[in-house]
Nanobody, 123 residues
Framework: QVQLVESGGGLVQPGGSLRLMCEGS????????MSWFRQAPGKGRETVAV????????KYGDFVEGRFTISRDNAKNTVYLQMNSLKPEDTAMYHC????????????????RGQGTQVTVSS
């Protein structure tokens, strides 16, 4: 079955960096666009970034403001999220998701997501 496992979250000071990883299994990874989204307590879900199947095209939520970079390594079935200049408001559970086949966009639907990795930005 489809599995997505995130890692790399943690506690970081404002201005710091983290690199999140998400390894996929149970499907042909290179055939699907992937996304990262986040959810904080009391807030709605926000799509952070999406990347197309080949890793060439990317899109980001407006709040990213050039601080984050999504990438993927299809040979390793892994998608990454490099986060720099982190702010306290970036604190959330971060999930990766496999977008539905043939879709690519910040609002694209998905049927599979990982359990998430917690990112906390605090001094």
């Amino acid at each position: 079955q489809v599995q997505l496992v995130e890692s790399g979250g943690g506690l970081v000071q404002p201005g710091g960096s983290l690199r999140l990883m998400c390894e996929g299994s149970g499907f042909i990874f290179k055939n699907y666009a992937m996304s990262w989204f986040r959810q904080a307590p009391g807030k709605g879900r926000e799509t952070v970034a999406v990347i197309d199947t080949g890793g060439i095209n990317t899109k980001y939520g407006d709040f990213v403001e050039g601080r984050f970079t999504i990438s993927r390594d299809n040979a390793k079935n892994t998608v990454y999220l490099q986060m720099n200049s982190l702010k306290p408001e970036d604190t959330a559970m971060y999930h990766c998701a496999r977008l539905d086949f043939g879709t690519y966009g910040l609002a694209s639907p998905y049927a599979h997501r990982g359990q998430g990795t917690q990112v906390t930005v605090s001094s």
